[in-house]
Structure formats: C-alpha cells, structure tokens
C-alpha cells in the first residue's frame, strides 16, 4: 500500500496520543466508516462533541487520511499484517492499531461491496415478469388463435430501473429458457472447480 | 363464410369480365406482387397504355384483386366459400376458377405478409450469454464476482420491414435462477387444464 505523503502526515496526527485523545480517535474512526457507507454525504459529519477541542484543519486532515487509508486497505484486501505494519510506521500505538482494525473489519465486507459496484456495466436483470396471451385475430387477420407470451424484463442501471418488454411464442420462450439453464449449469460447473 | 362485396369493389372488378384471360392472370400476378413489395403506379400505366382503357380502371381492377385476396385470406375462407363469394361477381367459370388458384397458392402468404401489419412490438429472435467472473476494478482489487452478460436480440417488424435491437444485460447466478424458474411457471401455464381448455374450444 503507497500513501502520499499529505495522507501519512494526517495519519501521523491521529497517532500523537496527545493531540487526539483515545475518546476522540473512537469517534473519528467511527464517523470515517459510517461517512463511507453513507449514501449521501454528510456536511456536519465533524460536528461531534468530542471533537469539538481539536484544531478543525487538523481534524479535517486527519479524517481525510484516515478516509484514504481505509479505501485503500479496502482496496487492496489488506490483512491484519500488512494493517498494522503500515499503521506502526505510522508510530501508531498497538492499542490503536487493535482498534483500528476491529472497526475495519467490521465494516471491511460492506464497503467492499460497496467500492465493488462502482464503475460503468450493462444494466443488471432482477427479475422478470411475464403475461400469456391468446392472440384470435387482429384487424388483418382472422383465426391466428397462437398463445403467446408478453415478458418484461425488469432492470436496474445505475440506480434507475426500466422493463424491456417483448412477445414471443410458446417455442420462443423454450428456447429462451434453455439457453438461460445452459448458463445456469457453465454457472454452477464453474463453482464446483 | 361468404364473403360480402360492396357494389364499389363489384364495380372496380367488373372490368375483369370483359377482359382477356391472360390479362387477369397478369393482373393477378401484379396484385400478389404489389402486396409483397408495395405498389408501382408505373406498372398501372404501362398496362392502361397496351390495353387502351384509362389508368384508373386497371388500378381499380388491381386493387380490387388485391383486395379480394386479403380479405378472403383474412377470414381463412374455405374453396367453396371462396367460389361461392365470388359467383356474385359474375364472372365466367373459367375466370372463378383462376382466381381460385391464385388464393389457394398464396393464401399463407398472404396471411404471413398480414401478420407483420400490426404487430409492432418487439419479438423475440435470440439470446446469447457468457459467463464472467469481475476480478478486479478500478475501485476494488481482489473480487470474484461471477455473472452472466447476456445478449438479448430483438425483433421489430414496421412498414419498412423487420429491424433487429440488441440489448446487454447483466445479471448474477441468484437472479438468473430466480428467471429462470419464473420462466418455468409460464411455460407450465399453457399446459395447465384451464389454458388448454380454452385454446380447445376458442377455434
């Protein structure tokens, strides 16, 4: 794991037993993860009472290092060894560093999936719906008498959803269903190797 | 079922009766042909020029074969019903008989052209998948994540014929199961005794 230097420099201030308190540090690792899982991001995320004393440039500094450094362990699916080495050169306290690492790993699996999901890809099918229909005849024509199937697709991209709608017959629909089952198995093959 | 022609369209194909035989066989061709491709007013005026009448009256006479053909194949008609309904128009038995041919060859084709009329919603045509596992990104190194990309093909047919869409999709092993049963259940439902007992009797 690379930090830069303004990142180590912050990460150094949060070490010094004597400009933030163990109460303090408590709080700003505490408020570190939940600002990262938040949806939105919250402008009164420092105004905490606890660390009201603290310097707010300094505070600020170290609540973006501590930031940093939690997405790239998160990042780098960093271990408790490779943590704590890097928190250590960072004089980090062993106390602290145990505290650190409990609350990462607490919310390591959350912010990974979270970090997980970002990035551009096709809109992702949940689920799909479907209506059979009898189609008798039409405006042209007469005694079609055909069942056929009205599907929609319901997607999500990027937080927004949408239904791809389309028809297909009885045999439409077999073919489409084994091919889904064919992935289904490679699926399944897979996971078993 | 007979057929019901309005006076206009026994009027528009009264000049048939008075014509040669090869012409209403030609001008049955140029009505099938125009239903496949769409019309031609120039071939209205090439024939109307070598059979000295205007150019409405051979554009009546077509589009009134036409007209004849699509509604006859519209209603699945029978060949008795067919001779029965065109007996009101007065033409010789040897023209009946012609035209008889000319609907029982293409009435299939005809119903297929017409079947592409209306509806405009998009068809299914194919379905492609892959399997990918996401190892890494830009945010996040170290992930397995498996999921399926699908391809979805579509078809749209329109006035100026049939165009395919393509989508990608994505989706992961727990919903793809979850279509897959879904799917599953609407198969099953044409099968079960209250579909089939409506596609057995609404015939």
Known sequence: ?193 | MLLVLSEDHKEHLSFLTKADGSVVEEFGRIALDFLRKGTNPKIYEGAARKLCVPVGMVQHGVEGLMFLMTESSKHMISEVDFMDSVLALGFGEELNQSLLQLYVQHKHQIRSILSQLLCNQPAYHNLEWRLDVQLASRSVRHQIVPMVTIRLLLTRSSDVGSTHSCMDLQTDPRSLLHMISTLEAALAAVKTSHARRILRNIK
């Open chain 1, 1 to 193: 794991m690379e930090l830069s230097e303004s990142v180590q420099k912050g990460l150094q201030l949060l070490a010094d037993q004597s400009a933030v308190n163990h109460r303090s540090f408590q709080v700003l690792l505490d408020v570190s993860f939940r600002g990262l899982l938040s949806s939105r991001a919250d402008p009164t995320v420092l105004d905490q009472p606890e660390l009201k004393h603290m310097d707010r440039i300094l505070l600020k500094q170290s609540h973006a290092a501590l930031t940093t450094f939690i997405l790239e362990a998160v990042k780098h699916n960093a271990d408790k060894s490779t943590t704590s080495s890097c928190l250590e050169e960072l004089t980090f306290s062993t106390d602290r560093i145990e505290i650190f690492f409990s609350a990462y790993q607490k919310h390591k699996n959350d912010i990974e999936r979270l970090l997980s999901s970002m990035g551009r890809r096709p809109p992702h099918v949940n689920d799909v719906s479907w209506r059979l229909q009898y189609h008798m005849k039409n405006g042209q024509l007469d005694k079609i008498n055909e069942p056929f199937y009205l599907i929609s697709l319901n997607t999500e991209n990027e937080g927004s959803s949408e239904d791809i709608n389309f028809s297909c017959t009885t045999e439409q629909l077999q073919d489409l269903v084994s091919k889904l089952k064919d992935a289904a198995k490679s699926v399944e093959k897979a996971s078993q190797m």
